[in-house]
């Protein structure tokens, strides 16, 4: 049912409150950090290189780390000398992406990097928007300010990632899924695959549904990947890449491989002083506690019934969350895609305030309190903790999709899967 309370417009305020307060809080935090962002010292030069290494005609040599430390010293020599190069290590298609990016000098092209992915994040909640009912009507100003209040998405746009292009093509597959249709959501997340390791883990879920559809699409747009990949950089080079993965993560090198601030479950297993290098026995309890997380994801997430709105929602925000936990390599900026589950967990909660579990209430607030990310990372060095958090969101999404019923803010929401967006 929809909002009724007395203090409706007061939860209003006092959310735009917060979330305005977070929001001046990263901008303090862009402040800090404009001369560090000048010299190079954000991730985005590892893209700025792999598109150099491109433009230049030495793309048979992309996963040469010589070759990556010698690029990357011409431009950002300062940030190199401090904290050692960055090694590219994203699939060799990706890096097209950035090529054209490379006839700017490098602040100019982060610049523009930052506004495409600012124009990313306002698509992504534009697209997501017909599913968000109360939010729209009742919270607008919540929502528009609830991107730039969560912090993951403000590092990633600190760093120049490219995790916000992530979230959006969750938010197109979320539609498409919401729409019935699967092979229009698989070819999204085929593209998705930049960040493999966040998209497998779901197309495991899709598999256990037998949603043959979305897989297949899936695999189209892999099979399209490759071939350009294989044209960018020849056959060996791309044969070569996961083992180059693989020895990055293994190194552990400092700045570039540190679980202990990974909110992971990787970083909760083996992101301590005892475990470095983790044992074999910790590894392969990493691997089971991983698989048995996925698998009972896939049995809260019941894709075919649309008629339950919210129980929808909350399944498929817990297996979101899961893929996140399991993924092997995630900062915070990583997390950003998980903005969808968390709009989608705030529909719910402001749709049924009275209803809704206190400890969901409490773990919403904790994922957007920028303090907390900040004495984990910089006091404490161990993000890696807020992995419990993300655990707790879990729970509590579960339990919430479990008791959820038929509403009539279901049967609203229902009512649009066939209807394009306004």
């Not at 990055?248 to 992101?271: D, E, K």
């Not at 903790?385 to 339990?399: D, H, P, R, T």
């Amino acid at each position: 049912m929809r909002l009724r309370m007395p203090n409706r417009s007061s939860l209003r305020f006092a959310l735009t409150k917060f979330g305005v307060g977070m929001i001046v809080v990263h901008g303090l935090l862009f402040w800090v950090t404009r001369q560090q962002l000048v010299s190079g010292s954000s991730d985005f030069r590892i893209f700025y290189t792999a598109g150099l290494i491109l433009r230049r005609g030495e793309g048979h040599h992309l996963y040469n780390e010589q070759l990556q430390s010698t690029v990357e010293r011409e431009f950002a020599s300062a940030a190199v000398a401090h904290g050692g190069p960055l090694p590219y290590n994203h699939p060799p298609f990706e890096a097209a992406l950035y090529l054209p990016m490379t006839y700017l000098p490098y602040f100019s092209a982060y610049c523009i990097w930052v506004l495409i992915n600012l124009l990313l994040l306002w698509a992504s909640v534009y697209h997501v928007r017909s599913w968000l009912p109360t939010l729209m009507a009742d919270f607008r100003w919540p929502l528009m300010l609830a991107p730039l209040a969560f912090f993951p998405i403000v590092n990633a746009l600190l760093q120049g990632q490219d995790s916000i292009l992530l979230l959006l093509l969750y938010c197109l597959a979320y539609a498409a899924f919401r729409r019935r249709e699967d092979s229009r959501a698989g070819v999204y997340l085929g593209f998705g695959l930049f960040k493999f390791h966040f998209i497998l883990p779901f197309a495991l879920i899709l598999l256990l549904h037998r949603r043959w559809r979305a897989l297949l699409g899936m695999f189209v747009i892999a099979v399209l990947e490759s071939a350009v990949s294989w044209a960018m950089v020849g056959g060996m080079q791309l044969f070569y890449y996961p083992h180059f993965v693989w020895q990055v993560n293994r190194q552990q090198a400092p700045g570039v491989i540190a679980p202990a601030n990974m909110p992971n479950l990787r970083g909760l297993f083996t992101g301590w002083q005892a475990m470095n290098p983790p044992p074999h026995w910790i590894e392969i309890a990493l691997l089971a506690t991983s698989l048995c997380l996925v698998f009972w994801a896939s049995r809260q997430w019941r894709p075919l019934e649309f008629g339950d709105a919210r129980g929808w929602d909350c399944g498929f925000s817990v297996c979101l969350v899961v893929v996140f936990l399991v993924g092997y390599h995630g900062y915070n900026q990583d997390m950003s895609f998980l903005l969808l589950p968390l709009l989608l967990a705030l529909e719910c909660v402001l749709d049924t305030w009275s209803k809704a579990s206190s400890g969901l209430k409490l773990v919403l607030g904790l994922m957007f309190l920028t303090p907390l990310y900040l004495i984990l990372i910089l006091e404490f060095s161990h993000h890696n903790l807020f992995s419990i958090v993300l655990l707790f969101l879990v729970g509590y999404l579960a339990a919430s999709g479990a008791k959820a019923k038929p509403t009539a803010s279901a049967n609203r929401s229902t009512t649009q899967l066939s209807a394009p967006l306004p």
